[in-house]
Nanobody, 114 residues
């Protein structure tokens, strides 16, 4: 079982930037793809970015060109750099393993508002 601790969220104005981190416990981190998810109020959780063990990335159309996912296997950590944030990016952000989903962490709240 892998446990996740997400951090880095906060309040930011439209057009601003934030960087999120997700520290994962467990030895399987380095052998699976990782993903960042978000859940906005009243909406279902959606997958916004994934990264394979070799660093190949994929993004939801809604964040493509604005978000960048990366990982450091030595630190069991995955990152999400978010630029040009929009109010519709407001959500609780989580990380998890898309292929073998684990128990969800608490997530980190991102609020984009003026």
């Amino acid at each position: 079982q892998v446990q996740f601790v997400e951090s880095g969220g906060g309040l930011v104005q439209p057009g601003g930037s934030l960087g999120l981190s997700c520290a994962a416990s467990g030895s399987i981190f380095s052998i699976f793809s990782m993903g960042w998810y978000r859940q906005a109020p009243g909406k279902q959780r959606e997958l916004v970015a994934t990264i394979t063990t070799r660093g190949s990335t994929n993004y939801a159309d809604s964040v493509k060109g604005r978000f960048t996912i990366s990982r450091d296997n030595a630190k069991n950590t995955v990152y999400l750099q978010m630029n040009n944030l929009k109010p519709e990016d407001t959500a609780v952000y989580h990380c998890n393993l898309p292929l073998v989903p684990q128990v969800w962490g608490q997530g980190t709240l991102v609020t984009v508002s003026s």
